[in-house]
């Protein structure tokens, strides 16, 4: 074996690293994205479970908020 072959097979497991490399990281790549999406997921249906929703404005409340506050005066 002489000094070419040595560095022709230090290429070549450089190239397989690489290539296992770049596999690696792809895969890694799509399981993130579908993990990032199921956790949005799961996000979402428990925010819809333990969530309620506001109560609604009627016409009367909206009228109490748009008066003057009183009640510090009234409090003397």
């Known amino acids: 074996m002489n000094v070419n072959d040595i560095v022709v097979e230090k290429v070549e497991a450089a190239r397989r690293k690489i290539a296992n490399d770049k596999q690696r990281r ?11 999406a199921a956790r949005h997921r799961q996000k979402l249906a428990h925010l819809a479970r333990t969530t309620t929703p506001p109560p609604r404005n009627t ?17 003397r």
């Open 26 to 36: 792809a895969e890694l790549a799509e399981a993130r994205k579908h993990g990032v």
């Open 59 to 75: 016409a009367a409340e909206r009228a109490d908020q748009s008066a003057p506050d009183t009640r510090a005066r009234e409090e």
